[in-house]
């Protein structure tokens, strides 16, 4: 690879990490091509975007893209396949079906909307995050609750207080 197609991929790794705002970072070695074919194939089916690139490249990317990435250059080490993914737990969720079928890819770090997640046994804990949309939608129907129950007394309430008021009125 000469230094034009290094720059190229560098430049295609920063724009996806911006786009995207959440990869992964699995190793995948010591795994057939069959194996990484297979991943491929999945990862498309999941619109998940896959990339092999050197550690240098990563991180280079990774200071390109402005964001806090330091935690994550400790485990650029080996063989690392990216992953990116506008779902912030579907590369998770691939990775658990994968591994039900033996031991890798084994999960490097995670960079999720500015929270980073290092290690393997954060799996389970990003299969389990919700998305901005789940949080957004549990919000507002914890904000709709009390206001329903308020319209609700309102209204049920609002025929004693016409009664009342005809009363009155018909008294004076």
């Known amino acids: ?19 995207y705002g959440n990869f992964y970072i699995t190793d995948t070695s010591d795994l057939t091509v069959a194996k990484v074919n297979n991943i491929r194939r999945q990862c498309f089916e999941n619109e998940i975007t896959m990339l092999v690139a050197k550690n240098s490249l990563i991180e280079k990317a990774m200071e390109a893209a402005e ?18 993914s506008k779902s912030a737990t579907a590369p998770a969720k691939l990775i658990k079906k994968l591994r039900k079928a033996g031991d890798k890819p084994l999960l490097k770090a995670a960079y999720i909307d500015s929270a980073i997640f290092i290690g393997d046994d954060q799996l389970d804990t990003l299969i389990k995050l919700k ?19 308020v319209i609700s ?20």
């Open 1 to 19: 690879m000469n230094k034009e197609e290094k720059y190229d991929l560098v430049l295609a790794l920063t724009e996806q990490m911006k786009e």
């Open 67 to 84: 964001g806090d990435y330091t935690p994550i250059y400790d485990v650029l080490k080996g063989s690392s396949t990216i992953l990116f």
């Open 131 to 149: 998305s901005k949309e789940q949080l957004i939608g549990e919000i507002v129907g914890l904000l709709q609750s009390p206001a329903k129950n």
């Open 153 to 172: 007394a309102l209204q049920s309430g609002g025929n004693i207080l016409a009664g009342v008021v005809k009363t009155l009125q018909e008294r004076g």
